[in-house]
């Protein structure tokens, strides 16, 4: 029998699908993708077929604030017609925060919806949308299982000391430590990795998760053992938009001095700081990579050279380095950035093949560097789809 899986990733503005047919013990096959996005501006529906065709588009210039159940409504009921012999068997979700508790993704239950919803302190601007999602699903179908795939559950295996901040007893007991994220990216990578080379993968890799979000993750035999990002998802790298690592001092500086508000604050960490803050030109690297403006140039060189000196610490978290693996939108597509970041890892045994480099092969390490380099696609949604019917074949046995 032919089984859907729906995967949802949802945001604040807006919400994305992915509908995954899965036969036998075959991999899941991506079916369509899409999203309702501008929800309370303009929302619109999109969807399209895997490799990129409009399948169907809808806009509601009469209704900006059209609800989010209305919009979801209209989300589920299109993606139901395009099941045909095919029976929805499960949705998967991305839940960004899973706690210090929660370490496989997880049948949603309502005990469980009570205690995702007691974490959203820690992961306010994202947290309330994921559960959404779930809610209104389970209005439509209160009978289909629905799966909760967390962020930050691969990183549970890190070490103690890779999960704390020097804090106070109290406060690092009411949460306030180092969770990790891009969790779901990583484990698809480990998966991806023990395929594609099981020696490389049981040994010590660094994925680089380099999009707009960013993030480094030490990985030791499969598991992760140290992350960049910490008690939410600005620490680390520079980002996008966002700063990354800073001295908590510039914050009381900021709320102190300038008399900023925690929301000012706030919007400056997140939205206005990372590549865009430093360039002063745009968040998006390719734009970056081929401005003349010396900003510009500057805000690469950063970028950079943070993601070189993280390469150095994760290596030390592990006591060794056999491989490096590019990821998402920078990492797989920019051969200009990786061999910017494999030249200031050198010192590490890293040496790359420059033509392999240009054309995103696989594998773009010279043949004698001692540390293998890979460039690996990563797929969220696809790591969701297996963990939902991991599951689903988990309740079924
Ligand atoms: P992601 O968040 O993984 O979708 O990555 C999105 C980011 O990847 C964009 O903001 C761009 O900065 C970057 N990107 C995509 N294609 C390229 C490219 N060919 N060269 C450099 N950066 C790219």
């Excluded at 994760?314 to 950035?337: C, W």
């Excluded at 790359?352 to 540390?371: F, G, K, Q, T, Y």
């Excluded at 969220?380 to 599951?391: L, N, P, S, W």
Aim: proline content about 6%; hydrophobic content about 40%; some cysteine.
């Amino acid at each position: 029998m032919r089984e859907g899986i729906l995967v949802i990733n949802a945001g604040s503005s807006s919400i994305k699908f992915s509908l995954y047919i899965s036969e036998g013990n075959e991999p899941p096959l991506l079916s369509c993708k899409g999203q309702v996005e501008g929800i309370n501006v303009a929302p619109h529906f999109i969807a399209k077929a895997p490799h990129g065709g409009v399948l169907n588009e809808q806009r509601w210039p009469d209704q900006p604030n059209m609800s989010h159940e209305a919009l979801f409504k209209y989300m589920i009921d299109w993606i139901e017609a395009q099941l045909g012999d095919a029976e929805l068997k499960a949705a998967g979700h991305r839940v960004v925060h899973g706690g210090s508790q929660y370490s496989q993704p997880l049948l949603v239950t309502d005990e469980l919806m009570e205690e995702l919803e007691r974490l959203v302190p820690l992961a306010p601007l994202h947290q309330p949308h994921n559960l959404a999602p779930i809610r209104a699903l389970t209005k439509v179908h209160p009978d289909l299982p629905q799966v909760a795939c967390f962020d930050t559950a691969f990183h549970r295996s890190n070490p103690w000391t890779a999960q704390s901040f020097a804090l106070p007893r109290k406060i690092t007991g009411e949460g306030v430590k180092r969770y990790g994220f891009h969790g779901l990216s990583y484990e698809y990578i480990a998966r991806q990795l023990r395929k594609l080379s099981p020696a490389t993968a049981r040994g010590k890799v660094i994925v680089c998760h380099l999009g707009s979000g960013a993030s480094m993750c030490a990985i030791d035999g499969g598991k992760s053992v140290a992350s960049t990002m910490g008690f939410t998802a600005v620490e680390g790298l520079p980002m996008g938009t966002r700063t990354g690592s800073m001295d908590a001092g510039v914050v009381l500086y900021l709320l102190q001095q300038k008399g900023m508000t925690p929301k000012e604050v706030e919007d400056l960490l997140y939205k206005q700081s990372g590549l865009l803050g430093v360039s002063g030109v745009s968040n998006d690297m390719r734009i970056l990579l081929e401005s003349s403006e010396p900003h510009a140039a500057e805000a690469v060189e950063l970028f950079v050279y943070r993601i070189g000196r993280e390469l150095g610490s994760l290596a030390a978290a592990m006591g060794g380095l056999d491989a490096i693996v590019f990821t998402a939108g920078i990492g797989e597509r920019s051969p200009q950035i990786r061999e910017k970041v494999c030249g200031h890892a050198e010192w590490l045994g890293v040496e790359i093949d420059d033509e392999a480099n240009r054309h995103d092969a696989m594998l773009i390490s010279a043949a004698d560097s001692p540390v293998s380099v890979w460039v690996i696609p990563t797929d969220e949604e696809m790591m969701i789809a297996k963990h939902t019917r991991e599951v689903l074949r988990n309740l079924q046995d």
